[in-house]
């Protein structure tokens, strides 16, 4: 099963205008970690923000934000006044605990995020 | 530069030869990860290290064997190659909080071409 969903293959907002990328997980565990993270058409993977999940309040990082809405099991990417440099692919993952290995860390499929001019 | 290294940047290999990928964590970091990203799979997870030891398995092959030295740094070795091995190998690390800085830091990755 499918444990980070990521429901939209591909993505396109205009420049300065805001954009929500969707996120989905599922887990059983009460302490879990949500991560978004962009990966250029270069290659490397960028930590853009993070979410514990006992945390109350959202997760804010500059123009990031993360809709986490706890019971709905959603972590939603917010990315306000988009630029150019925001094309990019956008993986949601996340760590739980596993009762073997001390933690597993999953991804999702990614979103592409085209920003027009 | 995310702190974490990876060497080399590109390879290029033929069919059936062995290849070994390199990465040294972020400063302090204990745990290494390795993952492959191939156009038609998305991020796999391949393995997990911890201060030495194995700490988990994903979707490993078994001509794929990877080990941590007690210098934290940790070496993926691929062998047998195969056209479909080509891909994006990544590196990462993390500390034992998740609210280090950047949780799970991402090397740049090494490219591989097997023709």
């Known amino acids: 099963a499918q444990k980070i969903t990521q429901t939209q293959p591909g993505m396109f907002v205009q420049e300065k205008e805001a954009v929500t990328l969707d996120c989905t997980y599922d887990?059983?565990?009460?302490?879990?970690?949500l991560f978004w993270y962009k990966q250029p058409s270069s290659g490397e993977m960028i930590f853009l923000i993070y979410?514990?999940?006992?945390?109350?309040q959202n997760a804010t990082e500059g123009r990031y934000s993360l809709n986490f809405q706890k019971a709905r099991k959603s972590a939603n990417l917010v990315i306000s006044a988009s630029q150019l440099g925001d094309s990019a692919m956008y993986f949601c993952?996340?760590?739980?605990?596993?009762?073997?290995?001390?933690?597993?860390?999953?991804f999702g499929p990614g979103t592409r995020l085209s920003v027009l001019p | 530069d995310s702190g974490v290294t990876q060497t080399p940047k590109h390879l290029i290999t033929a069919t059936g030869q062995r290849v070994t990928l390199r990465c040294s964590p972020r400063?302090?970091?204990?745990?290494v990860y390795w993952y492959q990203q191939s156009l038609d799979q998305g991020l796999q997870f391949l393995i997990q290290?911890?201060?030495?030891?194995?700490?988990a398995k994903g979707n490993i092959l078994e001509r794929f064997s990877a080990q941590q030295f007690p210098d934290l740094h940790s070496e993926l070795n691929l062998s047998s190659l195969e056209l479909g091995d080509s891909a994006l190998y990544f590196c990462?690390?993390?500390?034992?909080?998740?609210?280090?800085?950047?949780?799970?830091?991402f090397g740049s990755g090494t490219r591989l071409t097997v023709v």
């Open positions: 990462a690390s993390s500390g034992e909080s998740e609210r280090r800085l950047n949780g799970y830091t």
């Open positions: 887990t059983s565990d009460q302490s879990y970690g």
């Open positions: 979410q514990g999940s006992y945390d109350e």
């Open positions: 993952a996340m760590r739980e605990p596993d009762p073997y290995y001390g933690q597993n860390f999953v």
């Open positions: 400063s302090g970091d204990l745990s």
């Open positions: 290290y911890y201060n030495g030891e194995e700490r």
